[in-house]
């Protein structure tokens, strides 16, 4: 049976401080918007910004890595998938929202934004040497750790 891809990849500047909290049985989790930039030529041949907003949640330990080395301004790129979910406003209203559920994150402007310190990967720690195909799709990343991309050319 064929199955189907939900892969998102995101790189932009956060648009606010990430805001950490924990659920009630002490997971982490990580709330902030992000912006992406587009620019193009319209008919007129004048250019166009476009900034497109993507709301990123994120879990466990990269949600406390989040908090702890990105702020407002932040570049970083960002890997997961979208997910879309329904609450009530306060009104009683159904509101419905769409966001990107976080698994990798790397740092691109250091741990001050803007800073040129380098750049740092994130990613779920693996279990073993070779991690079952369903480990992957379990939507349990609860374990990270930080691990360095070595064999990068530069």
């Known amino acids: ?6 892969k998102v990849i995101l790189v932009g500047n956060l648009g606010k401080d990430p805001e950490l909290r924990y659920t009630g049985s002490g997971t982490a989790v990580c709330n902030f918007s992000l912006a992406t930039n587009e620019s193009y030529k319209d008919s ?3 250019m166009v910004e476009k900034t497109e907003w993507h709301n990123l949640v994120v879990w466990a330990r990269l949600a406390e890595i989040c908090n702890e080395y990105l702020k407002k301004g932040s570049q970083a790129y960002f890997e997961g998938s ?4 329904s609450y009530e406003d306060k009104d009683g209203n159904t509101k419905y929202i769409t966001e990107i559920k976080v698994r990798e994150m790397m740092m691109l402007s250091g741990r001050d934004a803007g800073s040129g310190s380098g750049e740092r990967s994130f990613r779920p720690a ?6 079952a195909p369903a480990a ?7 374990d990270y750790t930080f691990q360095p991309d ?3 050319p530069f």
């Open 1 to 6: 049976m064929a199955r189907g891809v939900n």
């Open 44 to 46: 007129n041949g004048e």
């Open 82 to 85: 979208l997910q879309s979910r």
């Open 126 to 131: 693996a279990k073993s040497a070779s991690p």
């Open 136 to 142: 992957a799709d379990s939507g349990k990343s609860d």
């Open 150 to 152: 070595d064999d990068l």
